[in-house]
């Protein structure tokens, strides 16, 4: 791969263009890093004695499926990220500058592929903290680049590096198929999530247009990883996160014998208390495992900088739903989604503001 040096645009917006772009700094190698141990060289948590939940694993089958997207769009509101079915149009007709980046790991050749996305400025001197966006299970999909999009119409920097990268066998713009992305991120270990969010950060704190300061929002397997950093503390600059329908680490259960009950799984409360930065947990009632782990987790968290919101009748991945139409219409289940996303998106960029200052 040729080495070139680059220089990034500044915060002026130049309309919305997709340049790919080779960073020159070496890093990391993500497969050194395939049999990870359970505490980094830091000696931060990275990955618990009882590791982090299989998120997918305790999801539903209608959560676990493709989002399905349509021409089928309810009228959008700009203040906040688009929905699945009206994303694509929102990104296309966006008049941010936007870009395709590679983004090297330290130590090694390998890349990763991310999304950025600048915010317009009052002047070329105006600097943007950043945000770095973790997508869902289903990969770095037009919808994910679409809240970068609406991350950086409210004023940071967006980043949304691809997960998958090198599980996919290298770094792409060629959008993966859900379910093929849902496939493979298995292979995506707590410490390579970890990895990924500090390089894509520090690449972005990097710019001469950005404040080296950054915090981490993510959805679903994405929310699972902003837990994952916080834990692990991440590099100089961290400044909190926002966790949408994704879980901490949590302790398994044990079974019932003749003589005794069951004992229910629990958030690992041992590596709460490495949390050091403020947290906001959002989540659809309907997610109901994440609910049920929501008042231990309130409990857990006494003393730190934390809150969270379970919004009624809200779907896990209420912020993509919104109000699109499914095959079979369920308009209290839009109207819960659409409140959630009209609640949860203003309480994240003010998290955001706040933390980011």
């Not at 991310?114 to 943007?128: G, I, L, N, T």
């Not at 009950?261 to 690992?268: G, L, M, N, R, Y």
Request: hydrophobic share 40%.
């Amino acid at each position: 791969m040729s080495r070139r040096p680059i220089v990034p645009l500044l915060l002026l917006s130049i309309g919305a263009c997709t340049v790919q772009r080779t960073a020159p700094t070496p890093s990391q190698s993500l497969a050194m890093q395939r049999q990870a141990p359970i505490v980094s060289e830091s000696g931060r948590h990275t990955r618990g004695p009882s590791a982090m939940d299989d998120h997918m694993a305790h999801m539903n089958a209608a959560d676990l499926a493709a989002p399905q997207i349509n021409a089928v769009t309810t009228p959008q509101d700009l203040s906040l990220p688009a929905s699945a079915n009206a994303a694509a149009e929102r990104v296309k007709n966006s008049p941010r500058h936007a870009e395709w980046v590679k983004i090297p790991m330290a130590g090694t050749p390998d890349t990763l592929m991310a999304w950025v996305v600048y915010p317009f400025a009052k002047d070329s001197r105006q600097k943007a903290s950043v945000v770095v966006v973790v997508h869902e299970i289903f990969g770095l999909s037009t919808w994910v680049r679409g809240v970068a999009d609406q991350v950086a119409a409210d004023g940071f920097i967006a980043i949304a590096p691809d997960f998958l990268s090198r599980a996919r066998g290298g770094p792409s713009s060629v959008e993966l198929n859900a379910d093929t992305a849902r496939r493979i991120i298995a292979g995506v270990n707590t410490t390579e999530r970890n990895q990924i969010i500090s390089a894509a950060a520090n690449y972005a704190m990097m710019l001469p247009s950005a404040q080296q300061k950054y915090a981490v929002i993510g959805y679903c397997w994405g929310g699972q990883t902003v837990f994952a950093h916080a834990v692990n503390g991440g590099v100089k600059g961290f400044s909190g996160g926002v966790a949408f329908y994704g879980a901490p680490y949590t302790k398994g259960g044990t079974p019932a014998t003749a003589t005794t009950a069951a004992v229910p799984a629990s958030v690992d409360t041992d590596s709460l208390k490495k949390i050091s930065k403020p947290v906001m947990l959002l989540n659809g009632s309907k997610d109901a495992r994440i609910g049920a782990l929501m008042p231990a987790l309130e409990e857990a968290m006494k003393g730190k900088n934390y809150e969270q919101k379970n919004y009624e009748g809200a779907v896990h991945g209420f912020l993509r739903a919104q109000a699109d139409p499914k095959a079979t219409r369920d308009e209290a289940e839009e109207a819960a989604n659409m409140a959630a996303t009209k609640d949860g998106w203003p309480r994240t960029i003010a998290f955001l503001r706040k933390n980011l200052k």
